[in-house]
């Protein structure tokens, strides 16, 4: 069954885009691939040419974060939505992206296939924290509470004597002035506003004195630059256009002057180290089919940017640092008719194709 708008989440989306949703992304490959050819297929090399190493199939809610031990960038999971609604379609493979090429890893270990797991870099231990996600989002269910740790060469599954419950489309972030990774919201069969700190070989729930509402999809990144986590929109039952920070401690509710509105939701967000910006892009935007605009945070308000570029419609991509390339860089999500499989980078002024 093909799926024509990420209107579902775990089943209880249902509503669908009216029209036809715009493309702007001009090509379903990375580049070297030849055009029209199937995403993940491999490319037919030129007289004399090495063929080309096929990079990932499009999907959508992977989880992507940088790796600063081994200075490359990790995909792991996600769900290709636009093949079918089954649990088949539901992925489990580890990819690497070194600015330059993926290589599809082989790990003695990894995580069950899942779709919208968290995944951090956590300088605590010099690893990638993994947790929760979801078996089979489309019919609802298979929420998973597992924590794994990456290492640069295999995944080890943790046994924390504390855990947050299972739940999909969680965010987390590290809390650099607490040295702690801090876990925020989700779904499990409903939306979750608990707040949960990891300090490299445990789980404790925090009990802050206030809380945004309960909500899964939102953007949350930590801003270095006033040491504080910023949390934006979300879903739960309806879209949200609030912005909290985090301060080590408590939640607050904040009051900017410009913000992206209700819009759109499912952004994707990142903080850029290389241009000291807190970004967000496209998202999706109901009926009106999914969004293009860039804003970042300056500290105390959203702005949005006019770049000379864009990376396409899309939503329910990711978006992270990579220290090969010192720019933000953005792979998979959906512009309403397919899930994406091209690279895209931020430079600090506008977006350019990898």
Excluded at 207 to 220: G, K, N, V
Aim: proline share 7%; charged share 10%; no cysteine.
């Amino acid at each position: 069954m093909i799926i024509n708008a990420l209107r579902w989440q775990q089943g209880r989306r249902a509503s669908r885009i009216s029209g036809p949703v715009l493309a702007a992304a001009a090509a379903a490959v990375l580049p070297l691939a030849l055009a029209g050819a199937p995403a993940g297929a491999a490319v037919r090399a030129l007289p004399g040419q090495a063929a080309a190493t096929p990079g990932p199939a499009g999907r959508v809610w992977t989880s992507w974060a940088d790796d600063p031990a081994t200075g490359q960038v990790v995909l792991f999971g996600g769900d290709q939505s636009y093949r079918s609604s089954g649990p088949a379609d539901v992925i489990g493979s580890t990819w690497t992206w070194d600015g330059t090429t993926w290589t599809k890893q082989a790990p003695a270990a990894a995580p069950s296939p899942r779709t919208g797991a968290a995944l951090v870099d956590d300088p605590t231990t010099g690893q990638l924290l993994l947790f929760g996600g979801s078996s089979h989002p489309f019919s609802g269910g298979g929420y998973l509470g597992d924590t794994w740790t990456w290492d640069g060469t295999t995944w080890t599954q943790l046994h924390p004597a504390t855990s947050p419950p299972a739940r999909h489309n969680a965010d987390m972030i590290y809390d650099a002035a607490s040295n702690e990774v801090i876990l925020f919201g989700g779904y499990d069969g409903r939306y979750l506003n608990d707040t949960w700190a990891w300090n490299g070989t445990n789980w404790t729930q925090l009990h802050p004195a206030t809380s945004p509402p309960p909500r899964d999809t939102h953007s949350l990144v930590y801003d270095p630059a006033t040491q504080t986590a910023i949390l934006f929109g979300g879903f739960n039952g309806q879209r949200l256009s609030d912005t909290w920070s985090w301060d080590g401690t408590n939640w607050s509710q904040l009051s900017p002057a410009t913000s992206p509105g209700t819009t759109s939701t499912a952004w994707q967000a990142a903080y850029d180290d290389a241009s000291q910006q807190l970004v967000l892009y496209g998202g999706d935007m109901n009926s009106r089919g999914f969004g293009n605009a860039t804003w970042t945070w300056t500290g105390t308000t959203w702005a949005q940017l006019q770049p000379a570029a864009n990376a396409g419609r899309r939503a329910y991509g990711s978006l992270t640092y990579d220290p090969a390339l010192q720019r933000l860089v953005m792979f998979g999500g959906s512009n309403g008719t397919r899930d994406l499989t091209t690279l895209w980078q931020w430079n600090g002024t506008t977006w350019q194709q990898a």
